[in-house]
């Protein structure tokens, strides 16, 4: 079973994409994410998607994040 956002709503967890190319990290909003996208994106798709605003490549890896602070 592959992760949605859904996923993370229902147990208030966190999203990160990495840039595959600058290996810059950002913090991503779950629920503005649901909304564009719908709950039932997978996470994998994100990352496909994702568009790095320091470098312009596009593609990044998405890491969950259970604990946020």
């Not at 649901?34 to 996470?43: C, D, F, H, P, V």
Request: aromatic share 8%; hydrophobic share 40%.
């Amino acid at each position: 079973m592959i992760a949605t956002l859904a996923n993370l709503i229902r147990y208030d967890f966190g999203l990160r994409v990495f840039c595959n190319s600058c290996h810059k990290c950002r913090e991503l909003e779950v629920n503005a994410l649901a909304a564009k996208y719908g709950t039932s994106m997978e996470l994998p798709e994100i990352g496909k998607r994702a568009r790095c605003g320091d470098c312009g490549t596009k593609g990044g890896s998405v890491q969950v994040v259970a604990g946020r602070w």
